[in-house]
């Protein structure tokens, strides 16, 4: 079986299939509001996944017409920088952009998150 350049390969999607499920199960209250104005290709008509594997990694929404990744950070994220820091570098190598919002920012802020995504995909549509 053939994989492209953003899925995992068989034996490793066999182990992050489950986490992705069960993460798309049970959102973050930040994560299940976004998704409701992302989902239905509301936004530009373009088509998001949630929870979506690239390689080793399962990311918050993904875009594959725009490459665009898009992360919602909670609190846990203020005590892993230098993971997330490579985790996005990984992300960016596969030609990919990421853009970070943080749980507050999405359930405070929300039309101005949505607006910027929207700016973002504009561009890259």
Not at 33 to 53: C, E, T, V, Y
Not at 57 to 78: M, N
Not at 86 to 109: G, K, P
Request: charged content about 30%; aromatic content about 8%.
């Amino acid at each position: 079986m053939k994989y492209g350049p953003y899925n995992a390969p068989p034996e490793l999607w066999a182990k992050l299939k489950p986490l992705a499920r069960e993460m798309r199960q049970q959102p973050t209250p930040a994560e299940d509001l976004l998704w409701q104005r992302l989902r239905n290709r509301q936004i530009h008509g373009a088509k998001f996944r949630r929870q979506h594997p690239i390689e080793r990694f399962i990311v918050d929404f993904y875009c594959a017409a725009a490459k665009l990744v898009i992360e919602v950070d909670g609190s846990i994220h203020d005590y892993t920088p230098d993971q997330d820091a490579a985790r996005q570098q990984f992300i960016e190598a596969q030609e990919l952009m990421v853009i970070r919002f943080s749980n507050e920012e999405v359930l405070r802020r929300t039309d101005a998150v949505i607006g910027r995504i929207a700016e973002v995909l504009q561009e890259r549509l």
